[in-house]
């Protein structure tokens, strides 16, 4: 039996500041490897423009082996222009923004108002024809390369982001909601049906 690297017990759940400012910053500034212990964690796989459904990249990354619910990657933006993005993914689906973005600051003990390093953006996806439609969701962790005047703009400072990718909870409760609904309709099928045999 193959001997895992990581610790009984041990779970990875990084805030947004430590994946920003622990893993992405050093990654992308000081071109520093992750330490071997994280690098079960983050795989480099391209979500943006890839024609893969996320179920399939889910699985092809060992999704149903988790004990977490969570994926990691470091993925490349796929630029349209400076500001616009290619959100495309799967077959004819998108990656659709679900609401504002959110500054991730720097952890500064004694700092009442530390600096933003980076910004947190939420997404859903989106394709009516696939069985993944709302399916998945994805949290993305991209870095200001320094200061900034205006923490609005839609710019990236750098090529990569690290995104965090997940199954929707709320859709699989829908599901299951849906077929406990759909139970005692099928029971009165089946007892309509004996009650013409007899």
Same mark, same amino acid.
């Given at each position: 039996?193959?001997?895992?690297?990581?610790p009984?017990g041990?779970?990875?759940?990084?805030?947004?500041?430590?994946i920003?400012?622990?893993f992405?910053?050093p990654?992308l500034?000081e071109?520093?490897p992750?330490?071997s212990?994280y690098?079960?964690f983050?795989r480099?796989c391209n979500?943006f423009?890839n024609n =893969?459904?996320p179920?399939?990249?889910?699985?092809?990354?060992?999704?149903?082996?988790?004990?977490?619910t969570d994926?990691?990657?470091?993925?490349k933006?796929?630029?349209?222009?400076?500001?616009?993005m290619?959100?495309r993914i799967?077959?004819g689906?998108?990656?659709?923004? =679900?609401?504002?973005?959110?500054?991730?600051?720097?952890k500064v003990?004694g700092n009442?108002?530390?600096?933003?390093i980076g910004?947190k953006?939420k997404?859903r996806y989106e394709?009516?024809?696939?069985?993944?439609?709302t399916g998945?969701l994805?949290d993305?962790?991209?870095?200001?390369?320094?200061?900034?005047?205006?923490?609005?703009?839609?710019?990236y400072?750098?090529d990569?982001v690290?995104?965090?990718m997940?199954k929707?909870?709320?859709v699989?409760?829908k599901?299951?909601?849906?077929n406990k609904?759909?139970?005692p309709?099928q029971?009165?099928?089946i007892?309509?049906a004996l009650?013409?045999l007899?």
């Open positions: 039996m193959e001997e895992s690297l990581v009984f041990f779970r990875f759940r990084p805030s947004d500041e430590e920003v400012g622990s992405l910053y990654f500034v071109s520093k992750f330490m212990l690098n079960n983050f480099a979500l423009g =893969t459904e179920s399939e990249i889910w699985k092809k990354y060992g999704g149903p082996q988790l004990v977490d994926l990691y990657f470091i993925s933006l796929k630029k349209l222009t400076p500001k616009r290619d959100r799967g077959n689906g998108t990656w659709s923004e =679900t609401e504002s973005s959110k500054l991730v600051h720097e003990s009442p108002n530390p600096n933003p910004r953006r997404f394709n009516k024809g696939s069985e993944d439609h998945w994805l993305e962790y991209s870095l200001f390369d320094g200061p900034k005047n205006d923490y609005n703009q839609r710019g400072d750098f990569f690290i995104c965090r997940r929707n909870d709320r699989g409760i599901n299951h909601r849906l609904a759909a139970l309709v029971l009165v099928v007892l309509w009650i013409r007899i």
